[in-house]
């Protein structure tokens, strides 16, 4: 049992995370295909795949069944979550795909059942260590395949010549990639000298340069700052509240500024007036919700293609999209208003938390929770990683809404300016 806990365990939630992060399997089923080389993705079977998400289901089950004094109690903590899964579940009634979404919410709830797993088997610290390793691999991998197998480790098509690692598209490995950039900060900072925690610090940096999706890279630099930004929150209120209202000020100021000529501002960062097309989606995209503004289309039953509701935007836009490339429109689209709301009640009932155990703590892995939700509203102003089923993004934010209704150690300093960064 104790070589179990101490090996055969960790070494299964690191592989588990790696599947939900969709590395290795689904580039290796679709052969190295690539966007716009003339391949239709959803014409392989994908049938291991869906396997192995299925053992993953059934041995998460058991192992929260081994803890379920525990699973209970985080379970009857929050409300919110299970309200969205809730809501998940009752689209069936309006669905325009009715089979599709019931067996989605089913997957979508095994997905937060995991989260609910790495929550009440990890502490905060544990969990950052466990993505520490999952990260590494994803390092090592992605360059051995650029080495050994450039035609998967690098994309064809619109996108020649992008790294993608073992990703099927280099805007998935941006978005996995982004976060990695504070899993590490968060390791590097209690072990400052350790010359690994480093490297793959570095390497994502470079790695994230060469796969050119500006956005994740945007993203990497914007969280490592963030986090350093967050430091404050653990002053003394006679330096919080001055110094606070010192950055709203100068972010607001920003904010005008960019207003009054956003085409300049987006110059700076590589981008157009429409974000490469995607505001141009947002307008189609809200011409169907107002179709069906309450409860939607149903979870997962918007984007089918030219033969659902979304062909009115793909024929529109004149690209064959798969989502709206925003995660509420996406959300909108699926659950409606309804959905919208419960979700933003829960995400903001978590931020006050996250803030909350920032101020209790000194320790990295206390700024942990709220630097994720940060990364889960700047991923989903121009990507969709919202409510998605068999999905490293939603088993996280499952995993840190989850995790804060456990009690964590609370380490605090009478220091007025001690941080987390030791």
Known sequence: ?????????????????????????PLLITRGASEGDGVNPNAFNYTPNLFLFFLIY???????????????YVISQDGWLWALLGVAFISCLWSAQPSVTFSSSIALTASTLFGLYFATRYS????????????????????????????YGFMSGIHEGAFRGIFTHKNIFGKISALGGIVFLLA?????SNLLLWSGLVSLFVLLILAGSKTALGNFLLLIIVALIYQILRW???????IGFALIATGSGIIVLFLQDPAAGL?????????????????????????RPWFGYGFTAFWNGLNGESAYIIRSV?????????????????LGFVGVVVFLLGYWTSVIRAIALVRSTNTPEGLFPLLYLTYFFLANITENTLLLKNSLFWVLYATVVLSMLIPQPMATSDHPMQ???E
């Open 124 to 151: 905060l610290k544990e969990q950052i260590q466990l993505l520490v390793w999952m990260y590494g691999l994803i390092i090592l991998l992605s360059v051995l395949f650029a080495i050994v197998l450039p035609q």
């Open 318 to 334: 004149r690209w064959d999209i798969l989502d709206s490339h925003n995660g509420i429109l996406d959300l909108w689209l699926e």
């Open 267 to 291: 110059d700076l960062i590589g981008r157009d007036t429409t974000l490469t097309g995607r505001t141009d989606t947002w307008a189609f995209a809200i011409d169907m919700i107002e179709k």
């Open 236 to 242: 003394r209120y006679y330096l919080l509240i001055p």
């Open 58 to 72: 059934l041995i998460t089950i058991g192992l929260l069944i081994l803890r379920w004094k525990k699973v209970i």
């Open 419 to 421: 941080g987390g960064f």
């Open 188 to 192: 590097v900072s209690t072990k400052k």
């Open 1 to 25: 049992m104790n070589k179990f806990k101490k090996w055969v365990e960790p070494t299964f939630t690191v592989l588990c995370l790696l599947q939900y992060a969709q590395g290795i399997i």
